[in-house]
């Protein structure tokens, strides 16, 4: 099995985190000895990009010290980490290496703050730096560990357009540079070692993902090479059942379909974003979330089918503090072109709106901006009667299976008998159950529906 493993943040947050995705990708790698050596994609280490948005944003205020220590305090950590897992020679090359590239961002930034602006492409360049050092310092680490590593430059793979801090990929062109750099490193036996979130358009202009892009340059490679598996390694078992934040049980989600995890991900469930993933999807590559502190635990796994029928629910989700607004036809009926004038209020006003049902005199939304809300009701007035209840919250319960059980929706309003309902929906989708309530009830509504799909049941 040819896989991509890639590492974020906290996953390489210090020499020993480095140490352990070590000892993750030698076995990775002893596990399917035959195949090619696994693909490694690394985050900055945690908080560096942070600390680089940071520094940015000083410049542009003309804050030259402040700025360039933040750059001087970056080196020497990195620094540091690499004189824990790198010796001799190696170690000296590494060090040049780092010092080298944080003196020259160091005059780049002091000429930034001097001028008191930063630019689009000169932010990409600023926290491209992070990604840069740790794929360095982890490499080196692999080869002083006897793995042969190779670091493998992003920038001269990932091809981007140049929207600077949300750049695309160029697919066909990444694809030749991937087949070019990085397999041919695997076939001849290396582990290529290479930062995630950074890439550089087709005249090598340096660009960036957007924040959190190491997953999505992880799917964007794993496409590219065609692996077998995309795997994620963070600091979590993998998707829970239910926010623990909420639930106090929750249990880890074994697998699960592309498509329940964008209905999950909408809700903030911690699971990846489905357009991060989205090349693994369109390639029907399986993507695991692994944890690097526990790399014994199976994991979330995402595939296109998910756990298919047999099952109950996947899991469960809620989003707290909505506001539910209330709109009647000013007319008896709804009028022909009543929704449309409706909705387009919510367009003239950018608010999304989030849940949606209608009886044949009115509509009920569901919105979580209220921003402009004031705007929004003074609108809806000119031709319908309009009432908000804020203070509001969605339940939801996702689920494939949710199409093929029709007991399921019976269980779930059976176990929110004392939970007063607002607003039910479920969409054409059918994989998933929308209950609107008071956000005061949402914390017992989670947990009876927890205790009823995931809970222990006495004798079973
Ligand atoms: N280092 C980048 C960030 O913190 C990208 C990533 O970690 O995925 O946003
Ligand atoms: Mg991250």
Redesign the pocket.
Known sequence: MNVIMKF??TSVQDADAMNRVIAIVRNQWAANSTDRPPVVVV?AMSKVTDRLVETGRLAGERQTSQATQIIVDLLTRHLSVAATLVQGPALDELNAQLTSDFNALQVDVTAWAEAGEVTPAAADVLQAMGELASSRIVAAAFRQQGVNAAWVDSRQVLVTDAEFSAALPDMDATTERAQAVVATKTAAGQVPVMGGFIGATATGVTTTLGR?G?DYSAAIFGACLDVDEIQIWTDVDGMLTADPRVVSTPVLVPELSFDEASELAYFGAKVLHPSTILPAVAKNIPVRILNSRRPEVKGTMITAKGRGNGHTLTALACKRGVTVIDITSSRMLMAFGFLRRLFEVFERFRTPVDVVTTSEVSVSVTVDNTRRLDDIIRNLRNFAEVSTEPNMAIVCIVGENLRSDPALFGRAVNALQSVPLRLVSQAGSRRNITFVMRDDDVIAAMNLLHDEFFGVKVGA
Request: neutral net charge; glycine residues 60%.
């Open positions: 974020g943040g985050s959190g190491s």
